[in-house]
């Protein structure tokens, strides 16, 4: 019978990627986690990650059990809170429109699993908010700034589209393709780079929106490379000839003691960039 404590620390490994971070995260030595997830594969006839320096790859099996496993571990977690009736705790949270909440997403299901007593609400406007998920250019005032990382912009186009198959892109590729436009993007959209569109074929309200427009082939668009992680619908690539610029992602936090240490919990097992 596999144990809830096994699979807390397995479901922190997927998450954090390395054996040590999920050894802090739930306050145990990266042995003890090791020696844990060693014996879970003996129970289930097969590795579960794929070890190696920079760090953890899930197999095919460790994606199947963090699938069945993951919400069984968040409601047991959360049972004693629950059956004691604990007074919970709202978190305001803002996710930025031009960075994708699945980038975050682990880390606010370890801090709950962890703190059963929060229930977390989004807010419109990361003023509003006690934690946000943003780039360093849209942090505000009242808020203090967490970086987790950083990365360069590339061009965005669908697995099918012409571009796809360039091992080079070059700014001139680009002129006979329509734009699809992201105005909320702190960093502007390097429309400028383009000049002969005169107007995009359409206007994304969020990058989530935007990427199943490009998946779609209606247009093409500037995006954070880390955007085309884990899609097969879409191909990321590199201008050569033109500087895109970068953008640094983080977490802020409204500075009060409790925003404070909910966003050190988020950022636990995050390398600093």
Do not use: W
Not at 49 to 55: A, D, L, T, V
Not at 114 to 126: D, H, N
Not at 171 to 180: K, Q, T
Not at 245 to 273: C, D, M, N, V, Y
Request: net charge neutral.
């Amino acid at each position: 019978m596999i144990d809830l404590t096994t699979l807390r620390y397995f479901t922190s490994a997927f998450e954090a990627g390395t054996f040590s971070q999920a050894a802090r995260a739930n306050g145990v030595s990266q042995p003890t986690v090791s020696a844990a997830i060693q014996k879970l594969e003996e129970t289930l006839g097969g590795p579960l990650f794929q070890r190696s320096k920079s760090g953890l790859t899930a197999t095919a099996l460790a994606r199947r059990l963090y699938s069945d496993a993951e919400q069984s571990v968040s409601h047991l977690s959360t049972l004693e809170a629950r059956l004691r009736d604990l007074p919970q705790q709202t978190v305001r949270f803002h996710c930025a429109p031009d960075v994708l909440v699945h980038g975050i997403a682990p880390d606010l299901s370890r801090v709950r699993r962890k703190s059963a007593t929060l229930t977390f609400t989004f807010t419109e406007t990361a003023e509003d908010s006690d934690i946000a998920y943003l780039s360093e250019a849209c942090v505000p005032g009242n808020h203090t700034f967490i970086p987790l990382a950083e990365e360069p912009f590339c061009v965005a186009v669908a697995r099918f589209h012409p571009l796809a198959s360039l091992s080079r892109l070059h700014l001139a590729d680009l002129r006979e393709h329509p734009l699809i436009h992201r105005p909320y993007c702190p960093n502007a959209d390097h429309m400028q780079l383009v000049p002969s569109l005169a107007s995009p074929v359409a206007q994304a309200m969020n990058d989530t929106q935007l990427l199943e427009l490009v998946a779609a082939g209606l247009g093409i668009a500037f995006v954070p490379r880390s955007h085309g992680d884990g899609r097969d619908d879409i191909t990321i690539l590199p201008l050569r000839d033109v500087d895109t610029g970068t953008r640094k992602i983080g977490i802020s936090h409204r500075k009060s003691a409790f925003a404070k240490r909910l966003a050190q919990e988020l950022t636990l097992t995050r390398p600093t960039p």
